[in-house]
């Protein structure tokens, strides 16, 4: 009897990409504290040791208490709390969670619209291409928080009454419409050169549609560095998300993120409360660093002239 | 040549119609400008009155050839928050964020070329791994947290410099400066470090891999062959051509540095553009939010011409190719 051909678990377990991992301590490191920075976003409702939301939990006597290891500090407040005597380490919780939500979904739309674009603009060619890469040029020459700003206001301009939602579809928006063009000019790139290779020139004699070439036969091979640039991706759109928020244009404050707690710890900087925001700054370049150094090793890995 | 100056002409003036035409459609169909100036309480009479006279009556074309003539102008309306000219304002503005973004780019070249010299010539030393491993956190790390930390270690602990305003301002004409005053180079220092910080690792990063492809080609070892010093050889030789494309990208970035400086000026409260443009932002002030749109796109566009047409003049290779493309 011949031994059964391994899953998709054991072919990834046995390939490079693995081998690889575990013998990079960087990426492990950095994945081990990705991974746990989302379990905690992921499960804040069970992990967080109180709900920062529930305002029948809060007692304003205790607010503005400083870390656990300070003088008055005490242990069921590990990271201290904020003015309103809301548990720091909780909304810190809370607002990864946000962040995360508001940086993966940003990515993902701007990687649907990208790669469609890219697909488009390298498989069509001429007039096309020549377009979507004229208005990609544009773009680029502005720097991306500025275009993120620019959307988010014209956003803020046409809906003035928004309610919470809304303000988080804007805020989604902008920072996707600002990444496509990553995704748009990576994609039009390895475009460019499947699409003379033999089985593109196959599939096309034997009369298969345009559309059904894009995406069964090119897409799959163009995926590579679309994966790599979506790791960089997020972690450059929860910079985006947090930044927007810090400057007051970002999500709502009732449900505040990463960048929200440390615009509003920012006011009691001065009067010595530095916990309030420096600990959601922390958090933030976690998670940032982290996926960005995973993102370098996956870039590294996947790059067969490395190898 | 005149023919690739003439295009480059027109790419520029294209790009900035359609900025122009962004701007214009923000005026047209976000908000109502005669709601706006006239309350609630108008009669239908006098709101086609206003709106013949503010000329809304006229078909698309005429009001956006309007628009553009007063752009040209600088003249863009009312500030629908504060009431006054938006060129006023800008105007007022414009010194503090010109002096931050240029006090910034001037600290990052003059901190960033020798750190990347050094990466480079002792690639394998401790503290070049010490500089590459920094420099990789300085891209995860935030803008405002720098200043923010910054304003805790240096204003509120050490309580060593201001972190709030512009400080002592000298009035020369309508050009107010903090440059001349002692107060007002205290009050620059934070904000312009924050601000040179995203462009330091990037100029870093940028001089160190310029070095290292030159230091390997032909010259530099025929240099070395001749029995020049290192000295010669790493400065006079080698350093000479990195800087070329470290400084064009560095004016390439001062437009990024105006841009960028509005998240430093909210963290200091810099009273700059870009804190009228947050603020206009937050209050959906369109009138400041085009206008200041404009006026970047200008300063970008305007960079990004004289490079092109300063890098035509010093590459003869450049004459070439645009001669053979028409």
Request: charged content about 15%; hydrophobic content about 55%; proline content about 5%.
């Amino acid at each position: 009897m011949t031994p059964k051909p391994p899953g998709a678990l054991g072919r990834f377990l046995a390939g490079d990409l693995w081998h690889s991992f575990t013998h990079s301590p960087v990426a492990m490191a950095a994945a081990l504290i990705a991974a746990l920075c989302v379990f905690c976003a992921v499960f804040a409702d069970v992990v967080a040791p109180h709900n920062p939301f529930d305002l029948a939990t809060l007692e304003l006597g205790d607010a503005r208490l400083p870390p656990a290891w300070e003088e008055d500090g005490r242990w069921t407040y590990l990271l201290g709390t904020d003015d309103q005597g809301r548990d720091i380490l909780s909304a810190l919780m809370y607002g990864a969670r946000i962040s995360l939500l508001v940086g993966v979904a940003s990515v993902l739309l701007s990687m649907l619209i990208g790669v469609t674009l890219g697909l488009l603009s390298g498989y069509a060619g001429g007039k096309t291409d020549a377009f979507i890469m004229r208005v990609c040029d544009v773009m680029l020459s502005f720097p991306s928080i500025l275009i993120a700003l620019l959307i988010d206001g014209v956003g803020r301009a046409m809906f003035p009454n928004a309610h919470a939602s809304l303000a988080f579809t804007v805020l989604i928006l902008a920072i996707a419409l600002t990444g496509w063009v990553q995704y748009a000019r990576t994609v039009r790139g390895s475009t460019l050169v499947e699409r003379n290779k033999e089985y593109v020139q196959a599939a096309r004699i034997i009369g298969v549609p345009p559309a059904r070439i894009m995406l069964r036969h090119v897409l799959p091979n163009v995926m590579g560095p679309v994966l790599v640039l979506s790791t960089i991706q997020v972690a450059s759109a929860i910079i985006t998300e947090a930044t927007l928020s810090f400057l007051g244009v970002g999500v709502p404050p009732t449900s505040p993120s990463l960048g929200t707690l440390i615009r509003v710890g920012n006011d009691f900087l001065f009067s010595g409360e530095w916990w309030i925001t420096i600990f959601p700054g922390a958090m933030l370049v976690l998670i940032a660093l982290s996926v960005n150094l995973l993102g370098d090793w996956l870039r590294d890995a996947l790059n067969p002239r490395l190898q | 040549m005149l023919a690739f100056i003439l295009r480059r002409l027109l790419q520029a003036v294209a790009v900035m119609l359609c900025v122009a035409f962004i701007a214009f459609m923000l005026f047209q169909y976000v908000g109502d400008p005669v709601a706006n100036m006239l309350g609630q309480d108008a009669t239908p009479e006098q709101r086609a009155q206003l709106r013949a006279d503010l000329g809304l009556d006229q078909p698309f074309p005429v009001q956006f050839a309007r628009f553009v003539g007063n752009a040209v102008h600088g003249e863009f309306g009312l500030s629908l928050r504060q009431g006054r000219r938006v060129s006023q304002l800008i105007a007022e503005r414009l010194p503090a964020t010109l002096e931050l973004s240029v006090v910034a780019a001037v600290l990052a070249l003059a901190i960033g070329v020798p750190m990347g010299v050094y990466a480079a010539l002792r690639r394998n030393s401790f503290f070049s791994h010490v500089l590459m491993t920094v420099s990789l956190l300085g891209v995860s790390l935030p803008n405002f947290l720098i200043g923010i930390v910054l304003i805790l270690v240096f204003a509120v602990l050490l309580k060593w410099l201001p972190s709030y305003g512009r400080g002592d301002v000298v009035a020369l004409g309508p050009w107010t400066t903090g440059l001349l005053t002692t107060d007002g180079w205290r009050h620059l220092i934070l904000p312009s470090i924050t601000l040179a910080a995203f462009q330091l690792t990037l100029i870093m990063r940028l001089v160190r891999a310029e070095m290292l492809e030159v230091l390997r080609t032909d010259y530099i070892k025929f240099a070395r062959a001749r029995g020049l010093s290192d000295v010669a050889v790493h400065f006079g030789h080698a350093l000479k051509n990195t800087l070329v494309p470290v400084i064009t990208i560095t004016g390439l970035q001062l437009g990024s540095l105006i841009a960028f400086a509005i998240i430093t000026e909210q963290v200091f409260q810099w009273p700059g553009m870009g804190l009228l443009f947050i603020q206009a932002v937050t209050f959906a002030d369109i009138p400041v939010m085009a206008a200041y749109l404009c006026l970047i796109a200008l300063i970008f566009v305007v960079i990004n011409l004289v490079v092109d047409l300063l890098y035509f003049a010093v590459d003869p290779r450049l004459r070439v190719g645009g001669a053979s493309a028409h």
